[in-house]
């Protein structure tokens, strides 16, 4: 929490005033009412939200009731309906916090008036049912949610948080000086000091405000223009010391802004997307006292089909409410590029399980259920279906065309959790696939079987690694075989139990079995020599030159990847013994710790993404580039909302909310402040989405796949299908 305190207050020009500024928000008057704190607005917002959603739906349920055969019962219940909501919505505009909540105590919607059994369609009986219960779930959301607790007691839990915040702001700033000064002793930097010291030295303090000092002058005089590209993932800091550069005032000058809010992705670093805004919203075309805004449209990248599938969707979601910015004729994409005629249409691709998996074998379903490999095999297929029918890549502006390569395709998602099904089904299909993953490598067969080594080496009496490295190709022992060595001595250690079996076969005529565990006992005592007096670097390639195991791995499926792996250990334990710790011992314990705090290494390169491959890469890692071939796989994830669940939430413009804790009844609830937060995050989080999608459907150059799977898929197609007979709207 001090470490998130700290990293937001630092994008501030002035942190220790941001975090001062926070108890503030907590110093509620006696006389105040809930209509004087700053983040009233935003929850009116929010409820108007529901509220006028539900008034959507419910005019939805009138319209059903007018059609021919309609229940037209729900008509004189969705008036009643829309009567009440719309006195709702007054209430929020135009009365007090204090009436608002006198009226929704008294709310209560009537129950639908009764539509005689064969009467009207039925079909379109279940959906108003349907539209009405979704409308009422929407306007009660918000009562629930805000009108349960009376004002008096709101506005007393947050008096009763102040101390809290007091607290956490005296050891945040605490926190912010000791971890300065163990930077300092160390000689460190992070990239927020650099911003800071480069503040420090643009400007200085007059009555408490930031002015321009000698040294920005000196700048403003020497630079003619000031050139700011990717503008609108700038943060308040960065904003500050562009503003102290550059010559003119706050709205005008000789700063030119290049930027697109619509590819504003890095919130969770802290950019702040409304410095943008602002900017965009107050230029126009025709300037006086403001700069001027030149809306930079034309796309010379991508088909048209590309472009045209990206602005029927951003047309219809997009805008200011939910994507901050109307996706209108200035913000659309025009083809600017001079392709060809052939037709590449966007496809969208939903991938589902049919009723007739339920009667195939159980094991068989879960592994057609697994959404990662779902998608993966279905990307497989459609690459190997362009490669094998030479499909070529059209270079617009050369009018040339060349065949298609495993390089001009790319798989972008949203996060890399996917990753590790995906590379293995493309290991398995013989598809060269390139990916920057973090996880991977302490789960690869042959990496498990060289640990697993290293382990017994370090101490043969531990059964499940001895018994793993007894089955690998090197020694190569079948079930029977280990079954045999167990019945040599039952309950003793499988050590000892394998030199049990040894003796017993050597008393009489000795087996293929036991000559091959006499060979490898041998081995074993060698290396455990090697291991006491020897690099641990050292050993383990001379277990891979004693066993051939380098060579056998090389010749498996993916053999150039495995080798790279054991490459990979091998030059791991040189690079851990140049530190001040030695040994086979210390070394295994330190890979324990690794994997128990969940950590891992990465598969080692055995490629590089400038080969021939395609790549697995996530949305904010493309940003700025552009492939031939596109596949956004993913789709039908929920989004994350982990940071919603926590006991804490933070804001640029709210600061800190906390939920409330009362010590006497052991009890831990949202207080207004933080239901106020999850509000504003919801919707900002939406909008962060929208913008991620906009991004990944651009890098397009000739044809876009939107890949998504969806569990029930009759369920899902008939809630769309509700959504366009209402709304009357053909899908293209």
């Known amino acids: 929490l001090l470490q998130k305190l700290y990293e937001?207050?630092?994008?501030?020009?002035?942190?220790?005033k941001w975090l001062q500024s926070l108890p503030q928000k907590y110093a509620i008057a006696d006389d105040a009412t809930i209509d004087d704190l700053d983040i009233t607005p935003h929850i009116k917002k929010a409820i108007l939200h529901n509220i006028e959603g539900a008034i959507g739906l419910i005019e939805e349920v009138h319209q059903l009731s007018l059609q021919p055969d309609g229940p037209f019962a729900y008509g004189e219940t969705a008036q009643k309906d829309l009567i009440l909501f719309q006195e709702a919505r007054g209430f929020i505009v135009e009365r007090s916090w204090n009436e608002a909540y006198q009226f929704f105590q008294s709310v209560k919607l009537d129950r639908a008036k009764a539509q005689k059994k064969g009467s009207c369609d039925e079909e379109l009986l279940e959906l108003a049912k349907s539209k009405r219960k979704q409308a009422k779930e929407m306007f009660e959301e918000p009562i629930n949610?805000?009108?349960?607790?009376?004002?008096?007691?709101?506005?007393?839990?947050?008096?009763?948080?102040?101390?809290?915040?007091?607290?956490?702001?005296?050891?945040?700033?605490?926190?912010?000086?000791?971890?300065?000064?163990?930077?300092?002793?160390?000689?460190?930097?992070?990239?927020s000091d650099l911003e800071h010291y480069a503040l420090s030295i643009l400007a200085d303090e007059v009555d408490g405000k930031l002015v321009p000092s000698s040294v920005a002058i000196d700048y403003r005089e020497r630079f003619k223009e000031v050139l700011v590209d990717e503008y609108q993932d700038t943060n308040r800091i960065q904003e500050t010391i562009l503003q102290l550069v550059k010559s003119g005032d706050a709205s005008n000058g000789n700063m030119f802004m290049v930027g697109d809010v619509k590819q504003s992705i890095y919130r969770f670093r802290l950019a702040e997307p409304t410095l943008f805004l602002q900017k965009y919203l107050t230029y126009n075309e025709n300037p006086t006292n403001t700069g001027l805004r030149i809306d930079l449209n034309a796309n010379f990248r991508s088909r048209p089909e590309v472009l045209h599938g990206t602005n029927y969707v951003f047309s219809q979601v997009m805008g200011k409410e939910v994507g901050e910015v109307d996706y209108d004729d200035a913000a659309s994409l025009k083809p600017k590029a001079p392709y060809d005629e052939k037709k590449m249409p966007l496809e969208l691709v939903i991938l589902h399980t049919s009723k007739e998996d339920d009667e195939k074998d159980l094991e068989q379903v879960e592994e057609e259920l697994k959404k990662s490999q779902q998608e993966a095999r279905f990307i497989i297929k459609e690459i190997k279906r362009i490669m094998d029918s030479n499909m070529v890549v059209y270079d617009p502006w050369e009018k040339k065309e060349r065949p298609v390569e495993y390089r001009d395709f790319v798989i972008l998602m949203r996060s890399m959790t996917w990753s590790v099904d995906m590379v293995e089904e493309f290991k398995i299909a013989g598809i060269p696939l390139y990916a920057e993953i973090s996880t991977g490598y302490f789960e690869a067969l042959e990496v498990m079987i060289m640990l697993n080594t290293l382990k017994i080496i370090d101490n043969p009496y531990q059964d499940i690694p001895f018994a793993s490295v007894l089955r690998a190709p090197f020694v190569g022992l079948t079930e029977n075989e280990l079954a045999s060595i167990r019945l040599a001595e039952p309950k003793a250690a499988f050590y000892d139990a394998l030199k049990q079996f040894v003796r017993n076969e050597g008393a009489g005529l000795k087996s293929a079995t036991a000559e091959k565990l006499q060979r490898f006992l041998l081995q074993l005592e060698d290396w455990r020599d090697l291991a006491r007096r020897g690099s641990l670097a050292d050993l383990i390639w001379r277990v891979y030159m004693d066993t051939n195991y380098y060579e056998m791995v090389g010749a498996m499926p993916n053999g150039k990847q495995r080798q790279a792996n054991l490459r990979a250990l091998y030059d791991r334990a040189i690079a851990y013994e140049k530190t001040s710790f030695r040994g086979l011992f210390r070394f295994l314990r330190f890979v324990e710790r690794m994997r128990l705090r969940g950590d891992d290494l990465g598969a080692a390169r055995a490629i590089s993404e400038k080969e021939n491959v395609v790549r697995l890469m996530t949305i904010h890692s493309s940003k700025g580039l552009e492939f031939p071939y596109v596949f956004v796989a993913g789709l039908g994830r929920e989004f994350n909302k982990?940071?919603?669940?926590?006991?804490?939430?933070?804001?640029?413009?709210?600061?800190?909310?906390?939920?409330?804790?009362?010590?006497?009844?052991?009890?831990?609830?949202?207080?207004?402040?933080?239901?106020?937060?999850?509000?504003?995050?919801?919707?900002?989080m939406k909008s962060e989405e929208m913008r991620i999608l906009y991004v990944a459907m651009t890098r397009a150059k000739e044809k876009l796949f939107l890949v998504g799977s969806v569990k029930d898929w009759e369920k899902t197609k008939k809630n769309w299908m509700e959504s366009q007979r209402i709304s009357g709207e053909k899908l293209p």
Request: net charge negative; glycine share 4%.
């Open 145 to 191: 949610t805000f009108f349960k607790r009376s004002p008096e007691k709101l506005l007393e839990e947050i008096r009763l948080m102040k101390p809290i915040i007091e607290t956490l702001v005296e050891l945040a700033i605490q926190f912010s000086e000791q971890y300065g000064k163990a930077k300092n002793e160390k000689g460190l930097v992070d990239f």
């Open 642 to 684: 982990m940071d919603f669940h926590l006991p804490y939430l933070f804001d640029q413009e709210f600061g800190l909310a906390v939920k409330m804790i009362d010590p006497e009844k052991r009890l831990q609830y949202k207080s207004l402040p933080f239901l106020a937060m999850v509000e504003k995050k919801t919707l900002e």
């Open 8 to 16: 937001m207050s630092r994008v501030n020009p002035e942190p220790i």
